[in-house]
Nanobody, 111 residues
């Protein structure tokens, strides 16, 4: 009954920025522990960032200082602001919460 829909992915040059969004159709979004994951071709899925219902955040070392996770509970939306993007950030990005996954959005960083 809880569904997430990601958007905001696309093609960007190294050093550029993107903002990903994840909107849920469910209720009680404000109580969910939410996270962004990513998976590159041939690699394992990894957690990129996490945010609690109390707005505590945690980041993977590879994105720390470049990415910012946030949430707008009034809009049932999770965000990932990605700055100073690198080719190694290329992956499908997924939002996760309440034991559910979104369908993913492709991020490609290339010159």
């Amino acid at each position: 009954q809880v569904q997430f829909v990601e958007s905001g992915g696309g093609l960007v040059q190294p050093g550029g920025s993107l903002r990903l969004s994840c909107v849920t159709s469910g209720t009680f979004f404000d109580t969910y522990l939410m996270a962004w994951y990513r998976q590159a071709p041939g690699k394992q899925r990894e957690r990129v960032a996490l945010i609690t219902s109390g707005y505590t955040t945690n980041y993977a070392d590879s994105v720390k200082g470049r990415f910012t996770i946030s949430r707008d509970n009034a809009k049932n939306t999770l965000y990932l602001q990605m700055n100073s993007l690198k080719p190694e950030d290329t992956a499908v990005y997924y939002c996760n919460g309440a034991g559910r996954w979104g369908q993913g959005t492709q991020v490609t960083v290339s010159s």
